[in-house]
């Protein structure tokens, strides 16, 4: 079972990307997923996360900036991150969580992303 985490990169402030995360091994359609991120020096944080019904949640601080969806199809999540700022740089990850739901507690979570590095320049 692998997590493949990409579309990560270097963007000016205000710029938007959007990240992908392709499972394969197994389906996690019946699976909640997640997106945490990790900065130098901080732990790791609750980004976004989505049921297995498409239902999301995001961190305070990132409602109306990022959204997230899930192509079941595809085995795929995406999160689309818009007006982006130096403060979201860090490592992104996802990873599927236990249950059908998204958690904010990584132990939540039994499957992780390698992690795709997102640099948001002034």
């Known amino acids: 079972v692998q997590l493949q985490a990409s579309g990560g990169g270097l963007v000016t402030a205000g710029g938007s990307l959007r990240l992908s995360c392709a499972a394969s091994?197994?389906?996690?359609?019946?699976?909640?997923m997640g997106w945490f991120r990790q900065a130098p020096g901080k732990e790791r944080e609750f980004v976004a996360g989505?049921?297995?019904?498409?239902?999301?949640y995001f961190a305070d601080s990132l409602k109306g900036r990022f959204t997230l969806s899930r192509d079941n199809a595809k085995n795929t999540v995406y999160l689309q991150m818009n007006s982006l700022k130096p403060e979201d740089t860090a490592v992104y990850y996802c990873a599927a969580s236990r249950t059908s739901y998204s958690s904010h507690d990584p132990t939540g979570y039994n499957y992780w992303g390698q992690g795709t590095q997102v640099t948001v320049s002034s």
């Open positions: 989505i049921s297995w019904s498409s239902t999301t």
């Open positions: 091994g197994r389906t996690f359609r019946n699976n909640g």
